[in-house]
Structure formats: structure tokens, C-alpha cells
């Protein structure tokens, strides 16, 4: 009785992956559809810190401010996801070293954006004029979906000087 149980058990095994690889064979548009679905929710998350890229660049200055932007690219292959107001424990440093400017942050907190290939995104970092700055030439963050922080840290490279009463803005749409 007990190898009934196991040649039973092999032969519905050998039946049921025949015919899901028959299935997937087949050239019907549902297969497809089907397919390309579950490739695209078995993707990795663009907004996990290993799955894009962040890059620093001088923005327009404000009146008694600098600015940066802090642009984030995914390349092809990931899934798109949501992000909302600015990232959290922004750090800054210069050659491998910590530089001691804390940053604070400003703007809506709230609105979600969509981020991922072919949808990029920004963040400003506003820097206030008076004072002396300390040069930068990297900054790491944690970045924030609606519903709480993403694990992990982000880095941007490029050049930035910073002072105290450095702000971070929210994360919004375009490069």
C-alpha cells in the first residue's frame, strides 16, 4: 500500500509539471500575459538602495541659499515603487570621512511618487549662504515610502558644501 501511495504521488508530480511547462509552451496571448506578469512582480523593488543609482549635481541658488540635487535613476529590470517626503538619517562626508552637518528637512512629508526605470526622481538638499561650508563629495540616506522607511542606506556621489541649518526637501517626479 505504501508505494502505491508513493508511485501515485510521482506520477501526479510528473502530470502536474508536464503540464505546466506544456502551458507555458503554448503561444496564447493569456500564457503570455500570464507570463510577463509574474516576471514583473517577481522583480526587485527599485527603491531598495542596491537597485539604483544617485547622483549630486549644483542646482539653481535661492535667495541666501545653494542648492543640490540629489537625482535617483533605476536602471531596466526592477519594479517600480512608491516613495514619499524627504529621506531620513542624511549623512554627508568628504574622501571616506564623516563631515559634522546635521540636516534637517522642509516640504510636504506626504505625497507619494512613483519611482522606477524610466521614472525618475529628485530630492533637493538647500544649503543656507552665511557661514562657512565644509565640502562634501558624497551623501547617504534612508529613503521613505507612505508607510514608513525603506531599509537601508542610499549614496549619492558629487561635489556639495554644506553648513549647519542644511534642509532636505521631499522626494519629487523627474530628473
Do not use: W
Not at 510521482?10 to 507555458?24: D, E, I, P
Amino acid at each position: 500500500m505504501r508505494s502505491h501511495t508513493k508511485y501515485a504521488i510521482a506520477v501526479a508530480t510528473a502530470a502536474l509539471t508536464g503540464a505546466a511547462c506544456t502551458g507555458v509552451a503554448q503561444a496564447s496571448p493569456t500564457a503570455h500575459r500570464t507570463a510577463s506578469a509574474t516576471t514583473r512582480a517577481a522583480a526587485p523593488s527599485a527603491c531598495r538602495p542596491a537597485n539604483h543609482l544617485a547622483r549630486i549635481t549644483q542646482d539653481q541658488a535661492s535667495s541666501g541659499h545653494s542648492h543640490y540635487r540629489v537625482t535617483l535613476t533605476a536602471p531596466r529590470g526592477y519594479e517600480p515603487c512608491t516613495l514619499a517626503g524627504s529621506p531620513t538619517d542624511v549623512r554627508f562626508s568628504r574622501d571616506g570621512g564623516q563631515v559634522a552637518v546635521a540636516a534637517g528637512r522642509y516640504g510636504d512629508q506626504k505625497a507619494p511618487v512613483t519611482f522606477g526605470p524610466g521614472h525618475p526622481v529628485h530630492f533637493d538638499i538647500q544649503v543656507p549662504g552665511q557661514g562657512r561650508g565644509a565640502a562634501a563629495d558624497e551623501v547617504a540616506f534612508t529613503l521613505r515610502a507612505p508607510d514608513g522607511e525603506i531599509p537601508g542606506t542610499s549614496v549619492g556621489e558629487g561635489t556639495l558644501t554644506v553648513t549647519p541649518g542644511t534642509l532636505v526637501g521631499p522626494v519629487q517626479s523627474g530628473a
